[in-house]
């Protein structure tokens, strides 16, 4: 006989039924085509981790990518050197 859940507890996710890993290689993954899908994706992923109990690595990851990606971008415009890789 298994004793009842303290009260305020939720009761443990099953096994494998997370979807830190989906949502953070999403977010990775998205993070260099679609930014803003990849801010969704790691939003979803560090929330899922917390709500799991998990390391929110890979959400990081993508704020990571998503931050350095956007630094980059800045350079590129200041320097006008976008503007050559965009013209024909």
């Not at 994706?41 to 956007?70: H, M, N, W």
């Not at 980059?72 to 050197?81: D, E, Q, R, S, Y």
């Amino acid at each position: 006989m298994t004793p009842p859940p303290y009260y305020g507890q939720q009761p443990p996710p099953a096994a494998g039924n997370d979807k830190t890993t989906l949502w953070g290689v999403l977010g990775i993954v998205f993070a260099f085509c679609c930014w803003p899908l990849g801010i969704v994706f790691g939003v979803l992923s560090l929330l899922e981790a917390r709500k799991v109990g998990k390391q929110p690595t890979l959400a990081y990851v993508t704020f990571g990518v998503i931050v350095l990606a956007l630094i980059i971008n800045i350079i590129l415009a200041a320097t006008g050197t976008l503007s050559n890789l965009t013209s024909p």
